[in-house]
């Protein structure tokens, strides 16, 4: 199973961005997907997820902001991201699991390596 994060970057407070997350090898649309990061000196913490029904998940701190979809032919994952913030900056990183979601957590049994999103004052 492969997750291949893409779309990260450095923008002023205010702005967007969209990242997607491709998965190979594995086919379970059904299972619970979503988005993780990992700010500076703190741990990871689940953003938003979404489940196979199309049920949606977010972090207070996001909602309202961010979107998260999925694009179920293409296995790709989607999260977009308005009004960025600079406690938005850090590492970002999809996740895909074999369970229904339980939480903004998850639960996921592979990541894909990260995107770095740096939001700047």
């Known amino acids: 199973v492969q997750l291949v994060e893409s779309g990260g970057g450095s923008v002023q407070a205010g702005g967007s961005l969209t990242l997607s997350c491709v998965v190979s090898?594995?086919?379970?649309?059904?299972?619970?997907w979503g988005w993780a990061r990992q700010l500076p000196e703190k741990e990871r913490e689940g953003v938003a997820t979404?489940?196979?029904?199309?049920?949606?998940r977010y972090i207070d701190s996001v909602k309202g902001r961010f979107t998260i979809s999925k694009d179920n032919g293409k296995y790709t994952l989607y999260l977009q991201m308005k009004d960025l913030k600079p406690e938005d900056t850090g590492v970002y990183y999809c996740?895909?699991?074999?369970?229904?979601?339980?939480?903004?957590?998850?639960?996921?049994?592979?990541w894909g390596q990260g995107t770095q999103v740096t939001v700047s004052s």
């Open positions: 996740g895909v699991g074999f369970r229904y979601c339980e939480n903004t957590e998850g639960p996921y049994n592979y």
């Open positions: 090898g594995y086919t379970y649309s059904k299972y619970c």
């Open positions: 979404v489940d196979g029904d199309g049920i949606t």
